[in-house]
């Protein structure tokens, strides 16, 4: 019971507006090289449009806008805190080439094939349909539009969790808490790498592959849409 309902607190929006600053402080350091990862394999014309859905602070969509001066990128989330953050570091940097705003993941408000790739970063497991908001991430890319996923892996190894959890110490949590929660709670009620790629294959989209990044614990799934 305990579990369940740190799981329904988890996607809470309200307590992501409570607790995200906490959440931005920390999670940088552990992930940045996972962000500098999915910017990297973009792979955009000029003038592209780029989505990033459960943005958060901002930090993957700011990785895509200053990788790909020439693109757009656009990042929603259903925090209106976390969507002030993002703005604010957006100022900060100095990248013009990138926005914040918020929305819902299942119901987007953007055009149907109107951006040439989408991204998502340990977003899926908070949404109330992972299928439902693929199909609408698939719904806005044009035709061939690329699609890449990334989220916390529930499959991941002790080992590597203990690595993982080493870079993402918050000194006034106690460490077994830290640890019990996020392995139980954040990835352990997350999705494996076989259970992101059938949804985004049951989503529609073509070419589903899967990647790792040495000594990051996350599922980083890569797609098409047809």
């Known amino acids: 019971m305990l ?27 552990a992930l940045h090289e996972l962000y500098g990862h999915i910017a990297e394999g973009l792979d955009l014309t000029d003038g592209a449009r780029v989505l ?6 901002g930090y993957a969509a700011l990785h895509v806008a200053k990788r790909h001066p020439s693109s757009t990128v656009f990042g929603i989330d259903f925090s209106p805190m976390q969507v002030r953050a993002a703005e604010r570091r957006r100022r900060r940097r100095g990248i013009g080439n990138c926005s914040f705003t ?11 094939g109107s ?27 044009r035709p061939g539009g690329q699609l890449c996923i990334a989220e916390t892996d529930r499959d991941v190894s002790d080992e590597e969790f203990r690595r993982f959890l080493a870079r993402f110490s918050i000194w006034y949590i106690w460490g077994p808490l830290l640890a019990w929660g996020t392995r139980r709670i954040v990835f352990g009620k997350s999705y494996s790498e076989v259970q992101v790629v059938s949804f985004m294959e049951e989503a529609g989209f073509s070419g589903v592959r899967a990647e790792r990044l040495e000594g990051c614990p ?3 799934v890569k797609a098409a849409k047809t």
């Open 3 to 29: 579990t369940a309902l740190l799981t329904r607190a988890r996607d809470n929006r309200l307590v992501w507006d409570l607790l995200g600053p906490i959440y931005n402080r920390n999670i940088y350091g």
């Open 52 to 57: 990033d859905v459960g943005t958060g602070p």
């Open 102 to 112: 918020k929305a819902n993941a299942m119901q987007l408000p953007f055009d149907s």
């Open 115 to 141: 951006f040439g790739a989408a991204v998502s970063v340990g977003s899926i497991k908070h949404w109330p349909d992972a299928c439902r908001g693929l199909r609408e991430m698939g719904r806005v890319l």
């Open 218 to 220: 996350y599922v980083i």
